[in-house]
């Protein structure tokens, strides 16, 4: 074949141009019947040496040097988005020294590349951050170190482009240093916060950026807290001094302001479960059980006379559902029935020292209706009458 001509491959290309004793010549055009076309230099019947490999629509997809039909030798491959790779290619793909700039010609990330993959060092910088480390099959491996406009900065191990393992990192109003995984504090660290609003330091262990497990903490100006931690809270055992470094929790103990003081139960920091509230003396408040810090479910609670004490149900620190009110010394019963909110609701029984009993309906601690009564002696004693109306008086405690 010798001149002007065109030759069909079995693979859907076509070559256009001139022909020199079966060769294709310089400047001649290889088509793709899906648009893709080929303007540059040949070796024979193959793309060998420069040329420019273009898109359907015109646009360059790729400009440089090819090596028995491939990308081979230096050159540059274009994105849809407007970015471009220049530097090394190898069959087809970038391989070796390379740069890659942005839609605007600014070069955003410098290094090494294989098989089309970031490998080795690398510098990826686009302005806003800058990522500075070792790259496996174009993730960020090993050592590195991230910097970002807004003072952020990273330095410290990666594992498939996450912060995972030792490292340090540092903001505007935070400073830690310790173990991390999948981008998060996670294991033991030092944590250093300072904002506007409080400066603390904690020391211990973390999961998913929140303390959690073993660790101190200290809120400067207000508390030192040593214990256990979940989600960010105490959670169990633990020990807290005020800003003076004076105990307040002990354990599982927690003292008040008023020198009141909670042993029992905790969760999220605060009282869940079975626990004791004590006051100052060591005599029992309340006995029972809490729910986010509040009287909740069963329990007693002794009133603040220490004459009688209330034994049932409690509904946010209330009397709330069914419950007895009993002498303390004697802890004999002089009331059954039911409450809401502190106050006698519906039907209740009255006991009274001489065996008889009364039965009463109340509406909101009032009596409503007739009673019933049941005389088991002569000259009953209304205990209730002089004692039991002033009974709910004074019983909040907090």
């Known amino acids: 074949m ?20 079966g060769n294709f010549v310089e400047n001649g055009k290889i088509i793709k019947l899906n648009g893709k076309y080929y303007i540059g230099q040949f ?39 407007g970015y471009y790779y220049e530097g090394e290619f190898k069959d087809d793909l970038e391989d070796g020294k390379g740069k890659i700039f942005d839609k605007n010609g600014k070069m955003v990330f410098e290094g090494l590349f294989k098989e089309g993959l970031k490998e080795g060092k690398g510098i990826y910088d686009d302005g806003n951050i800058r990522i500075e480390g070792m790259y496996q099959k174009g993730k960020l491996n090993e050592k590195g170190i991230f910097t970002s406009k807004n003072g952020e900065k990273y330095e410290g191990e990666f594992v498939n482009g996450l912060k995972e393992g030792h490292g340090k990192f540092t903001s ?28 603390l330091t904690y020391e211990g262990n973390f999961l998913d950026d929140k303390f959690d497990g073993e660790g101190e903490l200290i809120i400067e100006g207000m508390a030192y807290i040593k214990g256990q931690f979940k989600n960010g809270k105490i959670h169990g055992a633990a020990e807290v001094y005020d800003k003076d470094y004076h105990l307040k929790y002990d354990n599982e103990k927690q003292i008040y302001e008023d020198d009141t003081f909670y042993i029992g139960q905790f969760r999220k920091g605060k009282r869940n479960g079975n626990g004791i509230l004590y006051n100052k003396d060591n005599e029992i408040i309340y006995e029972g059980e809490y729910v986010d810090d509040k009287m909740e479910g069963d329990g007693l609670m002794y009133f603040d006379d220490r004459e009688l004490y209330y034994k049932g149900q409690f509904k946010d620190n209330k009397f709330n559902g069914e419950g007895q009110l009993y002498l303390t010394k004697e802890d004999y019963k002089i009331f059954d029935g039911n409450f809401v909110d502190d106050k006698m609701q519906g039907e209740g029984i009255i006991f009274y020292r001489d065996g008889t009993v009364k039965i009463i309906t109340f509406e909101e601690g009032k009596e409503v209706g007739e009673a019933i009564t049941y005389i088991r002696a002569n000259g009953a004693f209304d205990f209730f009458e002089s004692v039991g109306n002033a009974i709910l008086e004074n019983c909040s405690i907090f």
């Open 2 to 21: 010798h001149g002007k001509g065109k030759l069909f491959f079995r693979n859907n290309l076509m070559y256009e141009g001139e022909f020199d004793k």
């Open 43 to 81: 070796k024979g019947i193959k793309i060998e040496g420069k040329g420019i490999l273009f898109n359907k629509d015109n646009t360059v997809n790729y400009e440089g040097e090819f090596l028995n039909n491939k990308k081979h030798g230096f050159g540059k491959l274009y994105a849809e988005n």
């Open 172 to 199: 505007k109003n935070e400073s830690y240093e310790g173990t991390f995984k999948d981008n998060k504090k996670n294991g033991f660290g030092i944590l250093y916060l300072n904002d506007k609003d409080k400066k």
